[in-house]
């Protein structure tokens, strides 16, 4: 993956399209597992613009796109250059923190889920 970044700095179309189509394929698969295997449903774009079944969106398609963009080609080089300079003790310790908070968010995730019209917890 760390590879494919490099291909794709200097080409913001290609990073677009890349972006894109993974953002939107994950969203989908993730939605349709929930779905399917726990029928749990977090998300529903049933409403906007070119959904397919509420999994995904144009709109948020766009958006992993853009993201993709602003992350590959423009943020990338300048976050890898100051995090270097961060001490490798440091290093190790935000990411330390930051899989902890990532672990915390998927059990409030569960604990305290979405609700909402369309939205499994109601």
Excluded: H, Q
């Amino acid at each position: 993956m760390y590879v494919l970044l490099f291909k794709f700095k200097k080409k913001p179309l290609m990073a677009f399209l890349f972006s894109l189509i993974i953002g939107s394929t994950l969203e989908l698969a993730i939605g349709w597992l929930l779905d399917n295997l726990w029928e749990l449903r977090y998300w529903d774009y049933s409403d906007s613009l070119l959904n397919f079944r509420g999994y995904v969106c144009l709109a948020s398609a766009l958006g992993f796109g853009v993201a993709g963009v602003l992350w590959i080609c423009l943020l990338s080089g300048l976050l890898e250059k100051l995090w270097f300079k961060i001490p490798i003790k440091i290093r190790r310790a935000v990411n330390t923190i930051t899989v902890l908070l990532f672990v915390l968010d998927c059990a409030a995730a569960l604990i305290f889920p979405n609700t909402g019209r369309g939205i499994t917890f109601p």
